[in-house]
């Protein structure tokens, strides 16, 4: 108990180390250990006298992402497939990173394991990069000695969701980033172009047509009260992303609108789906129990509509429904998925059905994103056009009815 705790708290340090061997040839290399003594003592069991030894904190690095874990657990998974030691798999996962935070995470759950604690408890020691989910299939996988196998699995669930969490992503980017410049255009026009027109019109002395006045009067506006925009702006999204964030009624409001939108709304419903429909997979297909895997499903769903629906789900299978009674009652599954998930029970290959549910959805997520990149740029020139083209026309409306006169 006390190697256990002194292993625990020990500081993680990587020692980088030169010396000659038996022959009197250089050598040189690194050495995880607790302090310089330990790492001389380690050579010096080998045969090598240390002349320098130098210590390398690691610090820093880059923040560890969902990518990175996911790419750890095909790592780790392929290594022990190949008959690789769970402890030497860490050992070469580590070594071979770049970000010396995950270096770091991996080094402490190697301590954990080397004491005697297992790996899925290890994982559990750290659950902003390890979710329930996670350790629920690595302790399944443990369990029943099919770990490298579980360890597959959950990389490729990795890999599913965040290849569509960033499909979802390069939808918006497109649309989002046309919008923020054009907006930018916009307050230039305001602020600096239209006041040269509003000095030359005044010298004119003639009677304004109306939609000139109404952008010579926007741009006042905007000249005059730039920083109340700003403020507004600053402190509305302030408010409401803290809002959507702490409170549930707002996320339910917001994740619920999301789904009605008229173009996103599809691509939003079939993403939440398909990873609904992966992560139930993944959990069964791993002896998971049904009620027991629907409870990490719901927190995977990404959508408070489906985590809300599962939850009820879930308490429907635990009182003997059926899963699919309990889908069709929660009326937030396309048809297909509900069939697929009948069909999945009756024949007792629900992980299965859900899969090939979970590809379908996640091939129409993909097209979807093309076809919207090739539908969101017409109509988005058609709506700039329209906007930055009628503020120009109102401007010269006047010069056309000058030239009229003349």
């Given at each position: 108990?006390?190697?256990a705790?002194a ?10 180390w030169e010396?000659?061997?038996r022959?009197?040839k250089?050598?040189?290399?690194e050495?995880r ?5 330990a790492?001389?003592?380690s050579?010096?069991r080998?045969?090598?006298?240390v002349?320098?030894?130098?210590k390398?904190r690691?610090?820093g ?22 008959g690789?030691?769970?402890?030497q798999?860490?050992?070469i996962?580590?070594?071979g990173?770049?970000?010396p ?10 301590g954990d394991?080397?004491t005697g604690?297992?790996l ?5 020691k750290?659950?902003q990069?390890?979710d329930a ?7 399944a996988g ?10 597959a699995r959950?990389?490729l669930y990795?890999e599913k969701?965040?290849?569509?969490k ?6 918006l980017?497109?649309p989002?980033?046309v919008i923020?410049v054009?907006?930018g255009?916009?307050?230039v ?8 027109f509003k ?6 002395g003639a009677?304004?047509p109306?939609?000139?006045l ?16 700003l403020?507004i702006i600053?402190?509305g999204?302030?408010t ?6 702490r ?5 339910f409001?917001m994740d619920?609108?999301?789904?009605r939108?008229p173009?996103f709304g599809d691509l939003?419903?079939k993403?939440?789906?398909?990873r ?6 993944t959990m069964f297909?791993a002896?998971v129990?049904?009620?027991?895997a ?15 629906a599962?939850?009820q ?12 009674t309990?889908m069709t ?10 069939q697929?998930s009948?069909?999945g029970?009756e024949?007792?290959?629900?992980d299965?059905?859900?899969a090939r549910?979970?590809?379908?959805y996640?091939?129409?997520v993909?097209?979807?994103v093309?076809g919207?990149?090739?539908l969101?740029e ?19 409306l006047p010069?056309f009815?000058?030239?009229q006169?003349?």
């Amino acid at each position: 108990m006390a190697t256990a705790m002194a292993a625990k708290s020990a500081p993680d340090f990587i020692f980088e180390w030169e010396g000659k061997d038996r022959t009197g040839k250089l050598v040189r290399g690194e050495l995880r250990a607790g302090g310089e003594a330990a790492v001389s003592a380690s050579m010096r069991r080998q045969g090598i006298m240390v002349t320098k030894v130098k210590k390398r904190r690691l610090s820093g690095g880059k923040a560890i992402k969902q990518k990175d874990v996911a790419i750890f657990t095909r790592q780790l998974s392929t290594m022990m497939k190949a008959g690789v030691p769970l402890l030497q798999a860490f050992d070469i996962v580590g070594r071979g990173s770049t970000n010396p935070r995950l270096t770091r995470l991996l080094n402490e759950i190697r301590g954990d394991v080397e004491t005697g604690t297992s790996l899925s408890s290890a994982f559990r020691k750290h659950p902003q990069y390890f979710d329930a989910l996670y350790c629920n299939l690595v302790e399944a996988g443990e369990a029943g000695g099919i770990l490298e196998e579980l360890l597959a699995r959950l990389a490729l669930y990795q890999e599913k969701t965040i290849a569509i969490k960033q499909k979802v992503k390069s939808a918006l980017i497109y649309p989002t980033s046309v919008i923020v410049v054009a907006f930018g255009v916009l307050t230039v026009i305001m602020i600096f172009v239209i006041p040269s027109f509003k000095e030359v019109f005044t010298s004119f002395g003639a009677e304004l047509p109306a939609p000139t006045l109404v952008v010579m009067a926007m741009s006042d506006f905007f000249i005059h009260y730039w920083w109340l925009m700003l403020f507004i702006i600053v402190v509305g999204s302030y408010t409401f992303i803290q809002s959507w964030k702490r409170s549930e009624k707002m996320q339910f409001f917001m994740d619920r609108l999301l789904l009605r939108l008229p173009i996103f709304g599809d691509l939003v419903m079939k993403s939440v789906v398909a990873r609904w429909t992966r992560t139930l997979s993944t959990m069964f297909a791993a002896g998971v129990p049904l009620v027991e895997a629907l409870d990490s499903v719901g927190g995977t769903a990404g959508n408070l509509v489906f985590t809300l629906a599962t939850q009820q789900i879930q308490r429907d299978v635990a009182a003997g429904s059926a899963l699919t009674t309990a889908m069709t009652s929660a009326n937030v599954f396309p048809t297909m998925v509900l069939q697929m998930s009948a069909i999945g029970e009756e024949s007792g290959a629900l992980d299965d059905m859900l899969a090939r549910a979970a590809e379908f959805y996640e091939e129409e997520v993909d097209e979807m994103v093309k076809g919207l990149s090739t539908l969101m740029e017409p109509i988005i020139i058609v709506v700039l056009g329209t906007l930055i083209g009628g503020i120009v026309v109102s401007m010269y409306l006047p010069i056309f009815k000058i030239g009229q006169v003349v």
